[in-house]
């Protein structure tokens, strides 16, 4: 079965950098594009990025646009979310996704990301 | 950026009885493909979105046919013929017509 599970979130002073994974299992990774989407603490959900299946093509929020970059390493069957330069308004859960065609059909538990000093 | 608006944002709703939730875009969904991404997710609290509906109508594996989706180029409704226990939570509709992917605000199903 399709299984995503996040790691890499934790309790991080503005400015820091992180690394988010999320590790896919169940399906052919290199055949899907893969996105990230964040819920901030009791809020709505908010797009970040989509990565295509090979990596050529990367897309980002504005919001996030040249502090986060999406990567992936198909050959380990996992997706990155980097994040630098963290603000507090980045805190919230991280979730990936997997997505089928224009939809999002698999989502992982999500990572907490908690930015603080 | 196109703005997906949902109402109403809370629906106290009695076990048994029909719900409805409405998702309206600031801009038309069909795709230069022809096909409408619209779709529909479902949040229960401490839990991650899984999707119900996707392409306006289509439910997703494992989806009861209790809930169903429809509408065209800007307006679309999620409805519940009747309402489980199950279905308490927070639902949510998303574009995936264009980029950047965008959420309605969503609205919460409370059992009164």
């Known amino acids: 079965q399709v299984q995503l599970v996040e790691s890499g979130g934790g309790v991080v002073q503005p400015g820091r950098s992180l690394r988010l994974s999320c590790a896919a299992s169940?399906?052919?990774?290199?055949?899907?594009?893969m996105h990230w989407v964040r819920q901030a603490p009791g809020k709505g959900l908010e797009w970040v990025a989509v990565?295509?299946?090979?990596?050529?093509?990367?897309y980002y929020a504005d919001s996030v646009k040249g502090r986060f970059t999406i990567s992936r390493d198909n050959s380990k069957n996992t997706l990155f979310l980097e994040i630098d330069s963290l603000r507090v308004e980045d805190t919230g859960v991280y979730y990936c996704?997997?997505?089928?065609?224009?939809?999002?059909?698999?989502w992982g538990q999500g990572t907490l990301v908690t930015v603080s000093s | 950026d196109i703005v997906m608006t949902q109402t109403p944002l809370s629906s106290p709703v009695t076990l048994g009885q029909p719900a409805s939730i409405s998702c309206r875009s600031s801009?038309?969904?069909?795709?230069?493909?022809?096909?409408?991404?619209l779709s529909w997710l479902h949040q229960r609290p401490g839990q991650p979105p899984r999707l119900l509906i996707y392409?306006?109508?289509n439910r997703f594996s494992g989806v009861p046919d209790r809930i169903s989706g429809s509408g065209a180029g800007t307006d679309f409704t999620l409805k519940i013929s009747r309402v489980e226990a199950e279905d308490v939570g927070v639902y949510f509709c998303m574009q995936g017509t264009r980029l950047p992917n965008t959420f309605g605000q969503g609205t919460k199903l409370e059992i009164q």
């Open positions: 801009q038309s969904l069909v795709h230069k493909d022809g096909n409408t991404y």
């Open positions: 990565i295509w299946t090979d990596g050529s093509n990367k």
């Open positions: 996704a997997r997505a089928e065609d224009f939809w999002t059909d698999y």
């Open positions: 169940g399906f052919s990774f290199n055949n899907y594009d």
């Open positions: 392409k306006v109508s």
